[in-house]
């Protein structure tokens, strides 16, 4: 460093500045303003009655944050068609607060005729795109956008053992061009370890069959690490999991489980089920990837597609906003970039 960005650190002459000044405090910056405006996150939950989606979201988040503590519960039938009910909190660890919503879709799958019962699903995905999009466009928009998109969708498989349902297949190959779809077997402890191998295995190989990709996906790593990192889970996927709201007692401690005449399943303990897992890649390690690929491939897909639609926006009870090339704004003079503080190289 040279002389006078050594004194910056440093008391001189009676007087004390600011102290370390380095690009590396941008991280502690980021850090607390990202405090303060908290964290969005939105997960949708699929898949047919008696799975124990609601049960596994609580355990994931460790609350209540299900339908049946929100004032839907058991004194409401749950509907003969796909009905798609959303509920938030806010959840607060460590002084982190995240606004978590619940997206649920009780009756799917339950019909005996469940023909294009993603529908109504795939439908409330693209509202919330263009919600988001209307937002975007508005010439007078907040500083802060609501975030309703739909950052991850939970599908859950029956523990058959046999292979996927023709529903399974349809709904996944459908949705998962609109959402990041992860597969999950749910009360994967009706099934021998071996059957639970097997039937992963077979599924795996039902997706790859069907061309149905699923989060996260192999064209989206980064870097050699992140591939590394992605190829461990999608060898584990569709994670085998168990969701329990009960504590045991276990050699001594208090454990969430399942029991059964043979002992107690332990949720947490990897040697019984993969939620302990699912629940690291969900919120350690993948929570906010998911969030950017939500904004930065699912959406952006969605908003080029409408911008695309005759070269124009238009949208109810809002001021016609065209975007043909007549109107597209033009790339800053020279001038202008001066006037934005941007810098400009004479050499270039």
């Given at each position: 460093r040279s002389a006078p960005e050594q004194g910056l650190g440093h008391s001189g002459s009676g007087s004390t500045l600011l102290g370390y000044i380095g690009i590396d405090t941008i991280i502690e910056q980021m850090r607390k303003k990202t405090m303060k405006a908290g964290f969005d996150f939105n997960i949708m939950?699929?898949?047919?009655?008696?799975?124990?989606?609601s049960t596994l979201v609580n355990t994931l988040f460790k609350s209540q944050v299900s339908r049946w503590s929100s004032g839907w519960g058991g004194e409401h039938k749950i509907p003969k068609t796909v009905e798609i009910k959303a509920v938030s909190h806010v959840i607060e660890e460590g002084g982190v607060k995240m606004k978590l919503t619940v997206i649920d879709t009780p009756g799917f799958g339950d019909q005996i005729n469940n023909e294009n019962c993603w529908d109504p699903i795939s439908k409330y995905i693209n509202e919330q795109y263009e919600k988001f999009l209307k937002e975007e466009v508005n010439i007078a928009?907040?500083?802060?956008?609501?975030?309703?998109r739909v950052h991850c969708c939970l599908y859950f498989i029956s523990p058959t053992g046999h292979s996927l349902r023709q529903l399974d297949i349809e709904f996944?190959?459908?949705?998962?061009?609109?959402?990041?779809?992860?597969?999950?077997?749910?009360?994967?402890d009706t099934m021998?370890?071996?059957?639970?191998?097997?039937?992963k295995h077979r599924v795996r190989k039902e997706l790859e069959t069907h061309g149905i990709e699923y989060y996260p996906q192999n064209e989206f790593d980064d870097d050699m690490e992140d591939k590394n990192e992605n190829d461990k889970i999608r060898e584990a996927m569709p994670f085998a999991v168990v969701g329990s709201d009960k504590e045991f007692q276990v050699n001594g401690k208090r454990v969430l489980g399942r029991k059964t005449a043979w002992g107690v399943v332990e949720v947490e303990n990897p040697n019984h089920c993969e939620f302990a897992l699912?629940?690291?890649?969900?919120?350690?390690?993948?929570?906010q990837?998911?969030?950017?690929?939500?904004?930065?491939i699912h959406y952006e897909t969605y908003r080029a597609r409408r911008l695309n639609d005759n070269g124009e926006l238009s949208f109810q009870n809002t001021s016609y906003v065209s975007l043909s090339s007549a109107h597209r704004p033009k790339p800053p003079t020279l001038t202008s970039q001066l006037h934005l503080?941007?810098?400009f190289d004479p050499a270039i």
């Open positions: 939950i699929v898949g047919h009655s008696g799975l124990g989606k928009r907040k500083k802060r956008i609501p975030d309703t996944m190959k459908h949705l998962s061009r609109v959402v990041n779809i992860i597969p999950v077997i749910a009360k994967s021998t370890p071996d059957e639970k191998n097997e039937f699912l629940r690291d890649f969900l919120i350690r390690s993948h929570l990837d998911l969030k950017e690929v939500t904004h930065n503080g941007l810098t």
